[in-house]
């Protein structure tokens, strides 16, 4: 972009020729990046970038490349600037600290720093702010020290933006030593160290604040609320929103939420039914909710609710609804909730595709599964390992592996998630020498966290191909302690393939470390039944009769098309 000359520069571009003229433009501009590109050809070749005087052209381009998603450009135009002053150094900061560059605006504020540029009391609190977010808390102290230094620690957003900063890095006392220091404090201040308090459970101090507080707004009575119901207090969650002055969207929104994650959806329902106005994240929450709770029908109701309301849905919401959809199995609905990504605009999102992939694989349709991941540009760890999960958990061996190779050929580092898929793929497939190849080179990467649950792949890879006391010295040998899961898959092993002797090592383990669960007496008095060892037997179900456990009986749901 630095390159743009004027004879390259449209017509538009050409008749602009003063400082002013570009600024009034900038203003009234579309901000697309071809107009972007034309008045900072126009300020190159008029030397505008230079002036030292009156910079405000450049920090009106610099935020207006921050706004318009090109932060890239703006640390571009920054770094061709000869002697920057303290404002467009803020006007860095700033940028990336409201655009997601986090670290990217402490490390502005640092080089500043180094270059003898003095900060204004405007740079701390977006610096700061940035700290805070990243819990970046030796760079938070360095500001900190710099604010003493320069005598600016008495400014009410500097020490609401230090308070903040110390409860979000877990620094709880430095930020109460902020709060009390403070000379002055406004409705941020007093709704920051609320936060922190309800952020960590001290539900007593942030009430004593609360109740404390000269002027409260609606930002604070939300905090309070949300702090409450996401401790569990929903009572006095409630009873605060009973008693809040104006209630917005966010408080009913609060409310409905709390209400969801304790699983009481009719007083959620009952809510939501009553909110004066709402928006996406109220019906989000409620589907949601519905879907989290198990109960996918009134999810999938709620959202046509929605629709027939005229709401667009957000990628949020989708999540939440392709879930039910999963839970529910149908493939009428799958084939619904196709269309309303595709008619929404969310055929391109990795996020919903990677939940089709999902859902597709829940009800068994591997091919549907696939063709969702084909569609996918540009695929992420996570679409490759639903994929690889999906093919292995069906018995689409050959599938889980072919996925895999496209992984490694495109350059995706495998996970802990991807090996677990592709053991448990080998397992079902009978490729012991290709299994034992691929838990092996989980060591050899290095940076795969090796947990129990590849182990007990490994276990049931073996115990399947007839390998049980190799299966055996690998439980022997684990480096962790051995979970429930990794003894469950070398007694179904021993079961398979009739091991007696094993099968009562594994059984006792399971005794000892699941004991209500029937499956595992089960397996091991059918065993003994099987060579008319009926004492054994007999002394298995008196076992299970003791405890007062028994045997569920078996169901299925099957959806029947033709």
């Keep these: 972009m630095c390159k743009v000359g004027v004879l390259n520069t449209p017509p538009l571009a050409r008749k602009i020729i003063t400082r002013v003229d570009l600024y009034r433009y900038l203003e009234r501009s579309s901000s697309s990046l071809q107009h972007l590109n034309q008045i900072h050809a126009q300020m190159l070749v008029n030397g505008f970038n230079k002036e030292t ?101 008495s400014d009410v957003f500097i020490q609401t933006a230090l308070l903040d900063m110390y409860m979000k890095c877990s620094r709880i006392e430095a930020a109460e030593k902020v709060f009390d220091e403070m000379g002055e404090r406004n409705v941020v201040s007093w709704t920051a160290i609320i936060s922190g308090y ?31 119901a996401r401790c569990g207090a929903l009572e006095a969650a409630r009873q605060l929103f009973d008693k809040m002055p104006v209630r917005n969207i966010v408080s009913w929104t609060t409310m409905i939420c709390g209400y969801s994650r304790k699983g009481d959806m009719a007083n959620a329902r009952l809510l939501f039914d009553q909110m004066p106005e709402r928006e996406v994240v109220a019906w989000t929450s409620l589907i949601s909710g519905y879907a989290q709770n198990g109960e996918p029908g009134q999810a999938i109701k709620v959202f046509e609710m929605m629709l027939a309301a005229g709401m667009k849905p957000d990628g949020v919401t989708m999540l939440g609804v392709i879930s039910a959809v999963s839970q529910l199995g149908s493939l009428h609905l799958c084939a619904w909730i196709e269309d309303c990504i595709s008619r929404c605009g969310f055929e391109a999102d990795v996020r ?71 053991l448990t793929a080998c397992a079902h497939g009978g490729l012991v020498e290709e299994g034992r190849r691929y838990f092996r080179r989980m060591f ?40 429930a899961s990794t003894w469950g898959a070398l007694l179904g092993a021993c ?68």
């Design 53 to 153: 005087n009156d910079n405000s052209l450049t920090t009106k381009f610099i935020t207006t490349l921050f706004s318009s998603g090109v932060p890239h450009l703006a640390s571009l135009v920054f770094n061709q600037l000869e002697s920057p002053n303290v404002f467009l150094w803020t006007c860095m900061i700033r940028g990336f600290s409201y655009s997601g560059g986090f670290k990217e605006s402490i490390l502005f504020y640092d080089r500043m720093r180094r270059q003898g540029v003095r900060p204004s009391n405007f740079s701390f609190p977006f610096a700061l702010k940035s700290c805070a977010v990243v819990e970046a808390l030796f760079e938070g102290e360095e500001i900190h020290a710099d604010a003493l230094r320069l005598g600016f620690v």
């Design 198 to 228: 309800c952020r960590f459970g001290l539900l007593e101090q942030a009430q004593e604040l609360f109740e404390e507080m000269p002027t409260k707004n609606a930002v604070t009575w939300n905090v309070m609320i949300d702090g409450l």
């Design 352 to 422: 919903i595709l990677n939940a089709v992939i999902n859902m597709y694989v829940q009800c068994g349709c591997i091919g549907r599964a696939l063709r969702a991941f084909e569609k996918i540009t540009e695929k992420d760890i996570v679409s490759y390992n639903s994929m690889i999960t999906g093919c292995a958990t069906h018995g689409y061996t050959n599938g889980a592996l072919s996925v895999f190779s496209q992984m490694i050929k495109m350059e995706v580092k495998p996970n802990g998630i991807t090996f677990a898929g592709l």
């Design 444 to 483: 050899d990467l290095g940076h795969v966290k090796i947990t129990a649950k590849h182990y007990a792949c490994m276990v049931d890879l073996l115990g399947r191909a007839g390998h049980l006391e190799e299966a055996y010295e690998v439980v022997l040998g684990m480096p962790i302690k051995p979970e």
């Design 495 to 562: 079961r398979m393939h009739g091991n007696l002797s094993l099968a009562e090592v594994a059984a006792q383990r399971l005794f000892e470390m699941e004991p209500e669960n029937p499956g595992n007496y089960t397996i091991l008095a059918n065993m003994y039944m099987e060579r008319r060892m009926w004492d054994a037997a007999m002394g298995v179900r008196q076992l299970m009769k003791g405890n007062q456990i028994y045997k569920t009986a078996g169901t299925s749901w099957v959806e029947v098309t033709d």
